[in-house]
């Protein structure tokens, strides 16, 4: 089993910023891709971030120039530092990561999500 463990959600002003944390941990022989995902109220799930384990990072485009993601390989995180926040990045925000198990099956995982709330 792999769990996925994030932190540092909240409440913003715009233009503040904040910085997800998520840690990943189990039977891990090794993680490819990690990231972020998001979820508004009555909107489909998005992607944020993703960065693979060569370092290699893909954004969506309402965050490019804004979010920067990066990654721990060593300690199996994945951070996300989240800058000029708007509120139209108020959502549930949720980790993932493709695993490669210690039994050699690959699966994604989900973190439990954390709520980003960007108001005045």
């Known amino acids: 089993q792999v769990q996925l463990v994030e932190s540092g959600g909240g409440l913003v002003q715009p233009g503040g910023s904040l910085r997800l944390s998520c840690a990943a941990s189990g039977s891990i022989f090794s993680i490819n891709a990690m990231g972020w995902y998001r979820q508004a109220p009555g909107k489909q799930r998005e992607l944020v971030a993703a960065i693979t384990s060569g370092g290699s990072t893909n954004y969506g485009d309402s965050v490019k120039g804004r979010f920067t993601i990066s990654r721990d390989n060593a300690n199996d995180t994945v951070t996300l530092q989240m800058d000029s926040l708007k509120p139209d990045d108020t959502a549930v925000y949720y980790c993932?990561?493709?695993?490669?198990?210690?039994?050699?099956?690959?699966?994604?995982?989900w973190g439990q999500g954390t709520q980003v709330t960007v108001s005045s």
């Open positions: 993932n990561a493709n695993v490669l198990g210690r039994d050699w099956r690959r699966g994604d995982y």
